[in-house]
């Protein structure tokens, strides 16, 4: 568990043609590029609209992605999307 404090929640979350944006209680937006989430990317209009939103971070049932509050404000991108090319 992390000892990072936040003190914001989710308040809306919108999407670009190329960003996911999401707007905290605090004023706050944290918009960060779709292609740092494939499964995200990938999602037709209605997919990402089926979104739950928690004190925690975002979930999006149809398409098993999980995406905490903390990494989006740490500026993480999903753990799977920038791997290194083996030589």
């Known amino acids: 568990m992390s000892n990072t404090n936040v003190s914001s929640q989710i308040a809306g979350v919108r999407f670009t043609e190329s960003n996911l944006i999401v707007s905290l209680s605090d004023g706050r937006e944290i918009s960060t590029p779709l292609a740092w989430y494939p499964k995200l990317s990938k999602a037709s209009h209605e997919e990402r609209g089926q979104i739950e939103i928690s004190p925690l971070g975002l979930h999006w049932p149809s398409l098993d992605e999980d995406l905490s509050l903390e990494?989006?404000?740490?500026?993480?991108?999903?753990?799977?999307?920038?791997?290194?090319?083996?030589?």
Request: net charge positive.
């Open 71 to 87: 990494g989006m404000l740490a500026g993480q991108p999903a753990s799977s999307t920038f791997q290194r090319p083996k030589n």
